[in-house]
Structures are given as C-alpha cells and as structure tokens.
C-alpha cells in the first residue's frame, strides 16, 4: 500500500473488536541512555496530568529490497543503473506491513486518553497522551529536563518499554530518550554586514578570498550558460533560514558580470522558485535574510550558470517530528517534474545527539530518495574531528571524537580546503585540507562496501597517532567523500559584500557540479546520476585532484592528516570537472 494512504480511520474500525481483546503483553527495553546527556538537568516531575506528544516510528516492510535496488541503480556495470523508482515504489519500500499496522494501532487503543493520529506516513502513528498514561504505556517515568544553555524545558525519559511482541514491528518511540539540540544556526561563518569589502572583485582566487570565477578556475568548470536543462538543483533551507533574492541578484552582478542581466534567463536566476514544506516561508525582509541560505543559493546559481534551482524551504517544527524526515518525506512523494534531482544540504548536527534508531531512520530516507535518483550532496561540517560546528566550545572538551549525520552512507558529505598563501609570480593557486573541515568515521554506520579499499588503506597507511586508538570507531562508515572550497568564500549578505567560511559553502559548489553534469547527461539523453558514492569510488584516482596537506584539530588534537588518497580531511579530494562530466556521460 502506498506511502501515505493507509486510512486511520479504517483501521480503527476493524480494530474496534481486537482492542477489548488484548492483554497486557511482557514489555522490553528498546533504548535507554546511562545518564542524562551533558548540556541538560533533571528539574522534576512533570504534571501528571500535562499531554505531550509522542511518534510510535514503525519498521519498514521492505528495507532489504530498498537496500538491493538501491545498489542496482546506482552501481556502474549493473544492468539496472540508473533505472529509478517512482514516487509510489519509493514509498512502498518504507511502508510497514498490515499486520504490523493493526497490532499497533490495538496496543495504542487500548492506552486509555490517548489520541491518535497519523503523521507523515503510515509509519509514524502521532498520540497526544497524559503522561500518567505515557508512563504506564511504555513502562518508564517522564521528567523534566532544561537545556543548560537555553533554558529550554523538554519532557523526556532515560528508558522505556514496548511490548515484547511488538519488537519486530516498532523502531522506536519519539522523543523519549531524545535530547537533541537545534541545528547549529551559522557554523563558521560570521559576516559584518556593516563592513563593505571593496576589495572583492570578481577576479580574486587567493587565499583570502574566493569568488565563482575563483571556484571556476580551481576545477575546470565552463561559465557557459545553460538555458535548456529541466533537472532541478534543489537547496534545503530550515530553521527560518530564507533566501534573500536581492542579494542572489547582487551577488550575481558582483561576481559574475559575464552573465547578460538583460537574458531572461539570468533575470530567472535571481527569481528563483520556491519549494515548500510543513508550511515553509521564504520572507524577503532583508532585516531577515540568512546567512546559510543565501550563501546556499548564491554558490549554486553563482556556479551551476542557468541550472534550474529551487529552494526549498522548511516550516517551524510544530509536530516534533526531526526536520531532516519532514524534508525527505515532503520531498519524497513529489512527482519527477518538481522533485531536484542534486540537493544540496548544509544543516547538519553530531551522531552524538541522535540516537542509533533515530540516525539510521534519517539515513534510510536518504537512502529512499536514491532509488528516485536523487543525488544528496552534505557539508561534512566545521568543528574538525570535534563535530558539526566549530564555534562550540564543548567540541574542545570532548575525548572521543564527534562524526556528524554526513556519514549516513548514503549521501555523499563534502569537506572543505582552504588555498594556498598565493606566492608572487602569477603561481596557480594549491589547495589544502580546510582546518574547519569535519571528518573521522561513524559511530553508527559501518565503512559501506564501495569505500571499503580506501578506508583500509587509509587506516593501514596514515600517520595516526596511537592515543587516538580509543577515540574512534575503525571500521566505520569514513568521511567526507570528496571536498571543495570553503575557506574564505565572498558572498553577498544584507547588501554588503563579505566573506565567510565553512562546508556551508562547499556542499553547494560540489552539488553544482554534478547539477551540470545532470544536465549534460540529460541532453544525452541519460538519466542523473543519482547516488554518486559507487561512481565516485570506482574513478576516484582519475577524476579528482589529490588533497595531501591539511589537517582537522578538535577534541584537545591535531585531528586526522590529509595523506595520498581517501583521508578523513578532504574525502578523495576536490573534483576534476571535465575528466568527471565526461566519466559520467559514459555511464
């Protein structure tokens, strides 16, 4: 049945004889945590008589086949690559069974007061439910906690129970054991938008400061301008994050005056299209601009030259369901014309602050928006070896190192370089692994199949110091897998030129490239590429340009090291264009 249309209401009646049949089955313990996360006390007991909301997240039905197509479609030499899914087979992979459905729906019937609902799917089922109730129904005890920094107060628990039975059918319970922080707002960069920097020009390519023409000369990208292409290049803007149009069409008038502003084409760049999800908004008070989107925006339409880009805007959290699965599942049943094809994604926080259930959930979605050939394009971070966000100081305080939710195995995370000191003489710009630039390997997720050769023969050959042995997880999931400029980077913000830095920036310049390359495939005739990994793994040693100095501090270290080949630093370096769009139209 397919995603979204599994009726409550039915399922209800049919229940309506079970429900006064079910007993109170043994109940297990599905996740706890050993304390109270850092960050967060215990104020007490809330009022038992106080509703919160709660998600019972349902396993998928078919994860195995979404697995198995997943490689078929997006491994070279396979007989499917490239033969993608519609939105209703997508769906129909995370659906769980009809059995599971019922013996659910009974178990939270008969949780008397409660309220239920459906929220994004069939497999989250949403109750509004005392927490007298809540407590009896999962076997725990709800307290109060207050975020240390905000104030913030959330209801949560350490522990909890469902029915044995019901095991093989629930994932997990949200949020319960979940403490998770806001997105980190603005990673590295730090504008002054009452600083105008008249030494930005569109011809600066230097260590302090670079420009499309820059990031175009670095690797080999063509300023031509596209005018047929119909792929989308989609870029996810939350946390009230919107992107400002009058700075896009200053940006694009600063720093890239080889387009025509009198094309229609380049007059539609700067009037960019609007996706909206859970009622997202993209207000254009420039008192209200964000940083992270508009830098977004600019770096993709500043880069792609023409490639249709929408952005994609998502609302308020107002049913405590993760932004990350509102995006992907508002996303995911969009029909072929208006779903992008690349998505550049620049939000990301710490594995640390999700929960294994919750980050595998995440990375499943990523995984369901593959089989529809999207390619999903991730900022590694900026914290180094520290996690997602360099100005948090608790990085610095940390002993095992923090991978962030870009190493879900199926996205391809980006790191960042910064360049050179430039010497005199005309010297072609060196890049360099970007000090900023997220990196290690999952706590989570295993080193996947396609990456396997290069992390081993990282782990084999790298100068690791041996006091990091306890600090990270060997055989997991390595990254980021390629990296791009981020260092320094001029943008446009609240109508001042500036620069800032960050894989904020070097996930959309990556994700540009492969938006070209989507559509030089397109007018061959050929599908997009989809699921890049696979691809850029088997080629790695002729399509990207080996990034060997460089390190990423955190945690009280010096990081890892960028060495010849895969490093947790730079991933398998920055791209070649050319020797990658004609790779790829070989395909």
């Known amino acids: 049945m397919a995603l979204g249309l599994i009726s409550l209401a039915s399922i209800l009646v049919t229940l309506a004889y079970a429900t006064s049949h079910v007993s109170r089955a043994n109940q297990v313990v599905i996740e706890s945590l050993p304390s109270v996360p850092s960050g967060y006390k215990d104020i007490g007991l809330p009022n038992p008589n106080d509703v919160i909301t709660l998600h019972v997240v349902m396993k998928e039905s078919n994860l195995n086949s979404l697995m198995a197509t997943l490689e078929e479609v997006s491994t070279p030499g396979s007989e499917f690559y490239g033969q993608y899914v519609g939105s209703i087979q997508a769906s129909r992979f995370l659906t769980p069974t009809q059995q599971a459905i019922n013996g659910v729906i009974a178990w939270l019937t008969n949780a008397k007061e409660a309220v239920i609902a459906q929220k994004l799917s069939s497999t989250w089922l949403q109750i509004n439910i005392p927490v007298s109730k809540a407590n009896d129904l999962l076997e725990t005890n709800f307290h ?20 044995e039975n019901l095991a093989k059918y629930i994932d997990f319970v949200y949020p319960t054991i979940h403490f998770e922080p806001s997105f980190p707002e603005d990673p590295v960069l730090d504008p002054d938008p009452t600083k105008e ?21 670095l690797y080999g990208i063509s300023n031509m301008l596209i005018t047929q292409g119909s792929r989308l290049l989609g870029v996810i803007g939350q946390n009230g994050q919107y992107a400002n149009k009058e700075d896009l069409q200053s940006f694009l008038t600063r720093f890239r005056p080889d387009l025509d502003p009198n094309l229609p084409e380049v007059r539609d760049l700067a009037d960019f299209k609007v996706q909206t999800i859970d009622g997202g908004k993209n207000l254009q008070d420039r008192d209200q601009t964000g940083i992270e989107a508009g830098l977004n925006m600019q770096y993709t339409v500043g880069v792609a030259s023409g490639v249709p880009t929408s952005f994609v805007t998502v609302g308020p959290d107002t049913a405590d369901i993760p932004t990350e699965l509102r995006w992907i599942y508002g996303l995911l049943m ?7 094809k690349v998505i550049s994604f620049s939000y990301g926080r710490d594995e640390r602050y999700l929960t294994e259930r919750l980050a595998r959930k995440i990375c499943t979605g990523f995984a369901a928006l593959a089989v529809r050939g999207v390619s999903v394009i991730a900022a590694s971070g900026d914290g180094g070896v520290g996690g997602s966000s360099g100005s948090n100081d608790a990085n610095q305080k940390c002993f095992a190192f923090v991978p962030t939710t870009a190493a879900c195995p199926f996205i391809t995370s980006v790191g960042g370089t910064a360049l050179d000191k430039t010497p005199s003489g005309g010297t072609p710009a060196v890049e360099h692994g970007a000090g900023f630039s997220s990196g290690g390997f999952s706590k989570y997720f295993t080193a996947p199949a396609y990456q ?8 084999s050959s790298a100068p690791i110091p041996k006091e990091y042995d306890d600090r990270y997880n060997r055989q997991g999931r390595g990254f980021p897998d390629v990296s791009a400029a981020g260092d320094n980077i001029a943008f446009m913000f609240k109508g001042s030129a500036d620069i800032g830095s960050g894989t904020s920036a070097s996930a959309p310049i990556f994700a540009s490239m492969i938006a070209l390359i989507n559509n030089a495939r397109e007018d061959a005739g050929k599908p997009p590429l989809g699921f890049l990994n696979p691809f850029l793994y088997q080629n790695s040693r002729s399509l990207f340009n080996d990034i060997m100095t460089g390190n990423n501090p955190g945690c009280g270290t010096d990081g890892f090291s960028a060495v010849a080949g895969w490093d947790p630093v730079t991933g398998l370096g920055t791209p070649k264009f050319q020797a990658l769009k004609e790779a790829a139209l070989q395909l």
């Open 197 to 217: 920097r008249n030494d930005l020009t569109a011809d600066r390519c230097d260590s302090e400061a670079v420009t499309p023409h820059c990031v175009q000369q």
């Open 334 to 340: 969009r029909e072929d014309s208006v779903l992008p």
């Open 452 to 459: 396997q050769k290069a992390v081993q023969d990282y782990l």
């Open 144 to 163: 109060v906690y207050e975020d240390t920094n905000t104030g913030e107060r959330i209801v949560r628990t350490l522990s909890y129970s469902i029915p």
